[in-house]
């Protein structure tokens, strides 16, 4: 990377400034004049070396001293970084909000409460808040090149579940843009992003089948499992829940659905009751409209809900215009997540730092598709 502070010889440069203060004047420049269009990453510790005519030792010094001071960040492994201290100090701040929409019902049901809930907290606090709702559909890959341009001119970004997420979260900060997530972005992630506790949630329903006696237990997905952490993140509290029984007495399946409506989990549970391994007495799908779905499939194999099968829902939908208005379903806090992302960012712009991820509770509703002594472990009062 060529510097602009070097248009003038290391020689006279250094004829007037000690090596450290030649350092630390490059930084200061840097930070002063450097455009948004060329982002904020500095060259290597070597490369300002070599370019100042200084040593290693002493680039490093003052690197150091820079970062205990708040004016540079460095990242193992990807560089040192002006801190982004002009967003820090505004009194508005430029979101990108990359939302991962396909279309239809159940995900607009979904989206829309937390997108309330964003626009809820983006009016209210300080420092105001104004969103750029780029990339709507960003399971699309031209939409996803947008997102991955738009760095430039936001200040950090909110991102929803997407298959490009981790592209589009190094790019960002790469250049010093936060970034926080609706779901872990991996399975070790522990910061900067905002969840309902689906393993609690997950882990209550199977000790609440443990305990009644439910033996074989059916996993309904719309996003398979090698994309998508929260699922992964429920299917470990699920087989936590049930325990070791699992493996003796009772046997644990995983169906994949086409997508979260109500028609693909309907087709997904009629083709596995159709098959030679149909025995089936609890049904957990990570969405309500699919669970819907799993309903009517098997009522018309004549199946009694819930006296010989449980059936459960993922998301906590409102669900009293459907065939199952009071269908069991873990209830998901999305305005409150839409809230909690926006405040995460917020505070991520001001301390320049990771964040520690927010879990939010996940309670159990509705309750007329599992038993009452079911219902009992699982904290719901009223059916």
């Known amino acids: 990377m060529a510097l602009r502070s070097l248009q003038i010889g290391a020689r006279t440069r250094r004829a007037w400034l000690r090596p450290s203060e030649a350092v630390a004047a490059y930084i200061e420049r840097e930070a002063a004049q450097r455009q948004p269009s060329e982002g904020n990453r500095l060259p290597t510790i070597r490369q300002v070396a070599e370019d100042l005519d200084v040593s290693v030792r002493t680039v490093q010094s003052v690197f150091q001293k ?50 309330s809930g964003i626009l809820h907290a983006a009016s209210q606090e300080y420092p105001r808040v104004k969103l750029l709702p780029l990339a709507h559909r960003l399971n699309v890959p031209s939409a996803a090149e947008d997102l991955l341009n738009e760095w430039r001119v936001v200040d950090g970004l909110i991102l929803f579940p997407s298959p490009y997420g981790r592209e589009i979260r190094e790019v960002y900060e790469s250049h010093g843009k936060p970034v926080v997530d609706l779901n872990p972005s991996s399975d070790t992630a522990t910061a900067n992003f905002v969840a309902p506790d689906y393993f609690g949630a997950s882990q209550r329903i199977g000790r609440a089948w443990r305990e009644t006696g439910r033996k074989h237990v059916v996993l309904m997905l719309h996003t398979s499992l090698d994309r998508s952490s929260s699922n992964r993140v429920r299917l470990s509290g699920l087989v936590n829940g049930i325990g070791a029984e699992l493996g003796k007495e009772g046997a644990f399946r995983i169906l994949q659905a086409e997508a979260a409506r109500e028609d693909c989990g309907y087709a997904t549970m009629k083709k596995f009751l159709e098959g030679p391994e149909a025995c089936v007495d609890a049904v957990y799908c990570v969405s309500d409209h699919q669970a819907l779905g799993a309903f009517r499939a098997l009522k018309e194999h004549g199946l009694r809900i819930p006296e010989e099968v449980s059936l459960a829902g993922g998301t906590g939908l409102d669900l009293s215009t459907t065939v199952c208005p009071e269908l069991t379903r873990m ?13 995460m960012l917020r505070q991520r712009i001001r ?21 009452l002594e079911e219902n009992t472990v699982l904290g719901i009062r009223s059916i």
């Open 331 to 343: 209830r998901q806090p999305l305005r409150q997540i839409g809230e909690a992302l926006v405040n």
């Open 66 to 115: 820079l970062a205990r001071q708040g004016m540079i960040r460095t990242k193992v492994g990807k560089g040192s970084f002006l801190a982004t201290s002009t967003a820090r100090n505004r009194d508005i701040l430029d979101i990108a909000l990359g939302l991962h929409a396909t279309a239809g019902a159940p995900d607009e049901q979904w989206s829309h409460p937390i997108s």
């Open 351 to 371: 301390e320049e730092r990771p964040v520690p991820a927010v879990i939010l509770e996940a309670p159990w509703i509705g309750g007329a598709t599992t038993r």
